[in-house]
């Protein structure tokens, strides 16, 4: 599971990212047969989660032919189906509407110039009166920069928003149900990745090599840092679309 664990009732990263897991399905009301869809799936791990425990019909999109193909494999038995097709190439070739629409941790690889145009596919995507979340790393003030280390070695062209930036880009499209920041458990997160990848360094640095390890340790302290001084947050934000019938 990527992105921020939630460590509000342990202290064991297994069941904090199993708990960010419920806290979204309890933020999205699911329901059994509602449809979902994931907008960066990752390896699936949400989406199995929420049609083992809530019966929902799941739809995953995803741009790495490694992260289809485990889930397929992984999971044949489930009603989950994986498009390797990002956004904009899905909304573009689909007319479907889901129930929920979800996003954890991809927002912050969209780009500032295509926040409007995300949550142009993102309303397209969700059924009237239907509910979105997005989970993100916020940035505490506003800018049009890019960290220049992170840039180069970890995640080339990321952009983390600000308040302002995702509030502008969902202005007039979406209503703004709720704003959660537990940003403080990314350090926590952050921390155990930290300790996973150095007890798991002997098994596998024989394919990255020194280099690779002074920048990863590197990666994951650093942004340890940024949470633990606030200067990052975590949000999950729940947006609603209403047809004008039903306002």
Known sequence: ????????????????????YELICQKLHLEKGMTIIDIGCGWGGLLVYMVEK??????????????????????????????LLDYQEYCAVTTQEYDRVVSVGMFEHVGLSHY???????????CDGGLFLLHTIGNK?????????????????????????ITAAIENRFALE???????????????????????WPKIKDNYGDRFYRMWTYYLLSCAGAFKARKLELWQIVLSKRSLSRR
Not at 143 to 163: E, L, Q, V
């Open 178 to 200: 709720d704003w959660h920041n537990f940003g403080l458990y990314y350090e926590k997160t952050l921390l155990a990745w930290l300790e996973n990848f150095q007890n798991s």
């Open 141 to 165: 003030r506003t800018d049009t920069g890019r960290d220049p280390w992170i840039d180069t070695y970890i995640f080339p062209n990321g952009k983390i928003p600000s308040a302002t930036q």
């Open 116 to 126: 409007p145009e995300f949550m142009v596919c993102s309303k397209q995507l969700l």
């Open 54 to 83: 809530y019966g929902v019909k799941a739809t995953g999109l995803t741009i790495s032919v490694e992260q289809k193909k485990y889930i397929e494999l992984t999971y044949p038995e489930l009603d989950i189906e994986i498009h």
């Open 1 to 20: 599971a990527y992105s921020c664990a939630y460590y509000k009732d342990t202290d064991k990263l297994d069941e904090a990212q199993v708990a960010k």
